[in-house]
């Protein structure tokens, strides 16, 4: 069986193509099996037909451009490493590709050393498997990545993002000490992240001048986290099952009401209609309905005009703000009072929904 | 041979690039006034306002009226006034490289 890794190399450059399915196929450690597209439709009639490990586009394509192939691409075959690789270096591509989900974009090599640093990093994608968790080091869990850090005596720091919410662990010589998310410092953020079930996560340069909060070892962090994760198990168990089947326990949107301003919230399925939680909603059937078109509309635009998702919505009137956003399959509405400034309503959001993915 | 490939690739056309400036709508969706370039699509701004007014109309409907509302997308920015049953649109492109939000924090 071939289990080579198999790239797909599109750009309506044949020349182009030629050059770099040869040093693809050629220099990378992995030998992957590259096929080659020279259009947009073209390369989403191969994915169709065989898998692929990895997409490489160019942006500028007469007909379907490399940004309408990224974001379908992104939406068919989520698993799939997409690159984007062009001569484009205005940076509102480069926001609109992140936004669409590449895992890179690059700059079309101009010089030997470039070209170095793009196999390289193509290989490194190619290196990392498919099977969920935070990618960036997939199969392996938030513990596992910390853990290879720690035992590596590493200097780094790691930026992990789930939805929204990001959070920052430091680690200076094998030793975690600080983490960061949203308010919280020290233990706290360092549990309130380790919470998370999936997301993405980076290694950025570490900061030197980092004061240290955390004096407990990282074996001890690691210890208090699974210790909390099996009580908060066991008391959801508990909870779940006093409830019916559908539908997380009323309490849950109540504890998010404590956030600075909230009036009201509700909850409900990006896809299910009957699926719908509130707290302080006085009619809360036709919202959630207007919640859901309003995103579903919106999301299609982003799709269209090439953006990616929505990532907030924000709305107000003279009596109150409201701001809307989506976690996993579900759609968060919560309404805050008139007086919150917009960073309030933002940073208001942030919180939620990262005790919501919590 | 790379002076031929520049040559033949001058004339495909260029990305579409995302506007930066504002349009105002009446009530029927109509456009009354735009500030944004021509190179914009004219059909994108005509589904970007009918989106936005629907979207004031149903909010309506929903007993949630609202004077306001933006869409924040992870490159871009829509933020619309309602005026009236129609809407001032404005459209922002948001370029901030990952790295630089990295950096910033």
């Known amino acids: 069986m071939n289990t080579a890794p198999k790239i797909l190399l599109v750009d309506d450059d044949q020349a182009f193509l030629d050059l770099y399915e040869e040093l693809l196929s050629r220099h990378l450690p992995s030998m992957p099996t590259v096929r080659v597209a020279s259009s947009g439709s073209r390369a989403l009639a191969l994915l169709e037909s065989e898998p692929f490990t990895m997409l490489c586009v160019d942006l500028n394509m007469p007909r379907m451009d490399g940004l309408q192939v990224l974001s379908i691409a992104r939406r068919k075959y989520p698993q799939m490493r997409l690159v984007a690789l062009t001569a484009e270096r205005d940076e509102q591509f480069r926001a609109r590709a992140y936004a669409l989900g590449v895992d890179q974009y690059w700059i079309k090599p101009e010089s030997d050393a470039e070209v170095g640093q793009l196999l390289e990093s193509i290989e490194s994608l190619l290196q990392r498997e498919s099977q969920g968790g935070f990618r960036g080091v997939q199969s392996k869990s938030l513990v596992d990545i910390i853990q290879l850090e720690c035992l590596s005596q590493s200097t780094t720091l790691l930026r992990i993002t789930n939805g ?3 959070g920052r662990i430091w680690v200076h010589q094998g030793e975690v000490i600080d983490a960061e998310t949203g308010e919280l410092v020290g233990e706290a953020a360092f549990h309130r992240i ?15 001048d980092r004061p240290r909060r955390i004096h407990t070892s990282y074996q001890g962090l690691l210890l208090d986290t699974a210790q909390a994760f099996d ?29 600075e301003g909230v009036e009201f919230l509700l909850a409900t399925g990006t896809a299910d209609p009957q699926r719908l939680e509130h707290w302080s909603v006085e009619n809360p059937a036709p919202i959630a309905t207007w919640t859901r078109d309003l995103m579903r509309s919106f999301n299609a635009l982003g799709e269209k005009l090439r953006v990616g998702p929505v990532n907030l919505v924000v709305g107000g009137n003279l009596r109150r703000k ?30 939620i929904l990262s005790k919501w993915a919590s | 041979m790379g002076l031929l490939n520049l040559l033949s690739r001058s004339d495909q056309p260029a990305l579409m690039t995302l506007p930066t400036g504002s349009f105002v709508l009446d009530r029927e969706g109509n456009t009354m006034t735009s500030t944004l370039p021509r190179s914009f699509p004219a059909q994108y701004t005509k589904d970007i306002g009918t989106r936005v007014l629907q979207a004031f109309q149903k909010a309506r409907e929903a007993h949630l009226p609202l004077t306001e509302l933006t869409i924040h997308y992870g490159a871009f920015k829509v933020l619309a006034r309602e005026l009236r049953g129609g809407a001032m649109i404005f459209l922002m492109p948001v370029s901030t490289p990952p790295t630089q939000a990295v950096k910033s924090n």
Do not use: Y
């Open chain 1, 164 to 166: 929204h919410a990001e």
């Open chain 1, 194 to 208: 380790l919470s998370w079930k999936a997301g993405n996560f980076e290694l950025l340069p570490s900061d030197p």
């Open chain 1, 322 to 351: 409201l701001a809307i956003a989506q976690s996993g399959d579900t759609l968060l509405c919560v309404g805050f009072r008139s007086t919150a400034g917009a960073d309030q309503v933002r940073d208001g959001m942030k919180e």
């Open chain 1, 231 to 259: 009580e908060a198990t066991s008391q959801h168990g508990e909870v779940a099952a006093s409830l019916p089947p559908t539908g997380q326990p009323a309490s849950s949107l109540a504890a998010l009401s404590e956030t």
